[in-house]
C-alpha cells in the first residue's frame, strides 16, 4: 500500500510539473511569434497550446486512474489514461492540419512578414532545452510505472525537441537569405519548416492513436500472448492450455487463462495446480512489461490423461454421482481387467435406489475403460451419526491378553499394543452417567462365563518392519483381522493401525 501511494505523488508530481512547463513554454512561443512573425514559431505555440492542454488531459486521468475498483467499474478506471491518450492524439492532429493549411497559404499566395530575429532564435532554443528535461523525466516515470497517459506526454514532448529545431533551422535560413541576399523563394523556408513539424506531429499523432486505441478496443499485445503462453506450458500438471484472453487498462494487465488438468486430482492438486499457473501467467506479463500490474484469473477444465489408473477413474467416476467408492480391487483375467469396490449411499435410500445407482455407476465404469470387461459393486449405507460407546478394556483383561497373543502370533513378538474394547450404551444409560452401563456390563460378563458372548468393538496396533512395502504391511493387518474374527465371531468393528517401531 505504501508502494502504491509513493508510485501515485509520483506520478501526480511529474505531470503538475509538466503541465507548469507546457503553460510557460505557450506563453513565451506566443509572444516570440507574434513580435516576429514567424508561422513555424507560432506553429509551435499552438503546439505548445495543446501540449498544455494534454498535459492537463494526463494530471486529470493520473489523478482517476488510480482510484480503486467500485461497484460501477470491477476493472478500476485505469482505462482513463488510455481515453486521455486518444483525446491528445486527436488534438496533435488537428493541429498539424492546421498548420499544413497555414503553411500552404504561405507558400502559395506569399502571405506573411517573418522576422529571423534573435529573440525567436533564444525562444525556440528554451523551448529545447525544457522539452528535453520535462520529456526524460516523463519518459523515465512512465517507464517505470507502466502510465500509458505519461508516456504520451513524453512522447508528445520528445516530438517538441525536433519540431522546434525544425523552426530554428528555418530562422537561420532566413537571417542567412537576408544577409547574402538569397533569392526569394528562400524565405518560404519558415512555412516548409512549419510543414516539416506538422509531418513530425501527424506520425506521433498516428502512432499514439494506434496504441490507444488498440487499448480502448482490448487488443491483446501478440509478443505478451507468446510470454504467457511459453510460461503456462512448462507448468507441471498442465495438460493443455485451451485459451487465454488479455486485456490492457492503463498500467494493468488483465488476464483469463483456461487449461486442462487431470480429473483425478484432489481439490487440494488442483488449487495448487492453478496458483502455480497464475504465478506462471504473472511471470509471462513481467518478461513482457516488468513494470506493469498483473491481474490473472485461472480456470481448471478436468481431462482424462494417459497416465490415469483404473483406480483413479472409478474415483472419479464415482464421485461425478455423488458417490463415494473405496476399497478398489483391480485383477487381470484371460487378458482382461476386473474391478469391484465398495460404494456408499445414503442411509435411508431403499435397495431398488441404491440399486439403479450402482448399476448406473458400473456402466459408467465400463464405458470409461475398454479393458475392463465386468465391475461389480458392494452397497454399504454409512451412518453419518455419532455412536456412543464406553471404554471396557479393564473389565476384559484376559480378552486383551488373548488378543495380544493372537496379534503377536502374525506380526510378530511384541508387536500388538494399545488395545482398546469399547462397548455401547443405550440412550437411557448414557444420560444416566456411567454407573448404569458398567453395572450392565458386569451383569453381561457374567453371563458371558456361561457361554454368551459379549458384542465388542476393538482397536489395536500392530508394528510392522519400516522398510517392508505398506501393501505387506496391509496383508498382516488383515490376516491378524481374519485370526480375530475367527476367535471372537461376535466382535464388532475391528480398526488395526499399523506402524514402524518408534
Known amino acids: 500500500m505504501l508502494a502504491a501511494r509513493?508510485?501515485?505523488?509520483?506520478?501526480?508530481?511529474?505531470?503538475?510539473?509538466?503541465?507548469?512547463?507546457?503553460?510557460?513554454?505557450?506563453?513565451?512561443k506566443l509572444v516570440a511569434?507574434?513580435?516576429?512573425?514567424?508561422l513555424g514559431i507560432l506553429a509551435e505555440a499552438a503546439h505548445s497550446g495543446l501540449d498544455l492542454a494534454a498535459a492537463l488531459m494526463t494530471f486529470l486521468a493520473v489523478r482517476v486512474a488510480d482510484r480503486p475498483a467500485d461497484a460501477t467499474h470491477n476493472y478500476g478506471h485505469a482505462k482513463i489514461e488510455n481515453l486521455s491518450a486518444l483525446f491528445e492524439a486527436i488534438l496533435l492532429l488537428a493541429t498539424a492540419l492546421w498548420i499544413i493549411y497555414e503553411a500552404l497559404r504561405r507558400l502559395i499566395l506569399g502571405e506573411g512578414q517573418v522576422e529571423a530575429s534573435i529573440l525567436a532564435l533564444l525562444v525556440m532554443t528554451i523551448s529545447i532545452a525544457v522539452d528535453i528535461t520535462r520529456s526524460r523525466a516523463l519518459l523515465r516515470v512512465a517507464r517505470r510505472l507502466g502510465s500509458q497517459a505519461l508516456e504520451a506526454d513524453a512522447l508528445h514532448f520528445s516530438t517538441d525537441i525536433w519540431s522546434s529545431a525544425i523552426v530554428i533551422a528555418g530562422l537561420l535560413v532566413l537571417r542567412l537569405a537576408e544577409i547574402w541576399h538569397l533569392p526569394s523563394w528562400v524565405k518560404q523556408a519558415d512555412a516548409i519548416a512549419a510543414l516539416?513539424?506538422?509531418?513530425?506531429?501527424?506520425?506521433?499523432?498516428?502512432?499514439?492513436?494506434r496504441e490507444t486505441v488498440d487499448a480502448l478496443l482490448d487488443r491483446a499485445p501478440e509478443k505478451l500472448l507468446q510470454h504467457l503462453e511459453a510460461a503456462i506450458r512448462q507448468v507441471e500438471g498442465v495438460r493443455e492450455l485451451r485459451r487465454i484472453r488479455v486485456r490492457r487498462a492503463g498500467n494493468k494487465i488483465f488476464a483469463d487463462v483456461v487449461v486442462a488438468a487431470p480429473r483425478s486430482f484432489t481439490f487440494e492438486e488442483t488449487h495448487a495446480l492453478s496458483e502455480r499457473v497464475e504465478q506462471a501467467a504473472i511471470a509471462g506479463v513481467h518478461a513482457h512489461a516488468p513494470q506493469a500490474e498483473a491481474d490473472v484469473v485461472v480456470h481448471l477444465e478436468p481431462v482424462a490423461s494417459a497416465e490415469e489408473t483404473v483406480r483413479e477413474q472409478i474415483h472419479y467416476l464415482a464421485q461425478q454421482q455423488g458417490i463415494r467408492a473405496h476399497d478398489i480391487r483391480v485383477r487381470e483375467v484371460g487378458g482382461k481387467l476386473e474391478a469391484d469396490f465398495d460404494i456408499e449411499v445414503e442411509a435411508d435410500m431403499d435397495l431398488a435406489s441404491a440399486h439403479a445407482a450402482a448399476t448406473r455407476l458400473e456402466e459408467a465404469v465400463l464405458r470409461g475403460n475398454a479393458q475392463l470387461q465386468r465391475v461389480t459393486t458392494h452397497l454399504e449405507a454409512p451412518t453419518a451419526t455419532i455412536e456412543r460407546r464406553q471404554d471396557v478394556t479393564s473389565d476384559y483383561p484376559e480378552m486383551v491378553q488373548h488378543i495380544r497373543q493372537l496379534a503377536d502370533g502374525v506380526a510378530g513378538p511384541g508387536s500388538a499394543h494399545d488395545i482398546h474394547l469399547y462397548r455401547s450404551c443405550r440412550a437411557e444409560e448414557w444420560a444416566a452417567g456411567t454407573e448404569p452401563c458398567k453395572e450392565r456390563r458386569q451383569g453381561e460378563r457374567l453371563a458371558g462365563a456361561n457361554g454368551r458372548e459379549d458384542e465388542l468393538d476393538l482397536v489395536l496396533h500392530i508394528t510392522c518392519a519400516p522398510e517392508i512395502p505398506l501393501s505387506q504391511a496391509h496383508l498382516k493387518a488383515e490376516e491378524v483381522q481374519r485370526a480375530l474374527r475367527q476367535e471372537y465371531p461376535r466382535l464388532g468393528s475391528v480398526a488395526i493401525h499399523t506402524e514402524p517401531p518408534e
Open 196 to 209: 516539416g513539424v506538422s509531418l513530425i506531429v501527424i506520425y506521433v499523432a498516428l502512432r499514439l492513436t
Open 33 to 38: 511569434g507574434l513580435l516576429s512573425g514567424s
Open 6 to 28: 509513493e508510485a501515485y505523488r509520483e506520478k501526480m508530481l511529474v505531470a503538475l510539473s509538466s503541465v507548469g512547463a507546457a503553460v510557460g513554454l505557450t506563453a513565451l
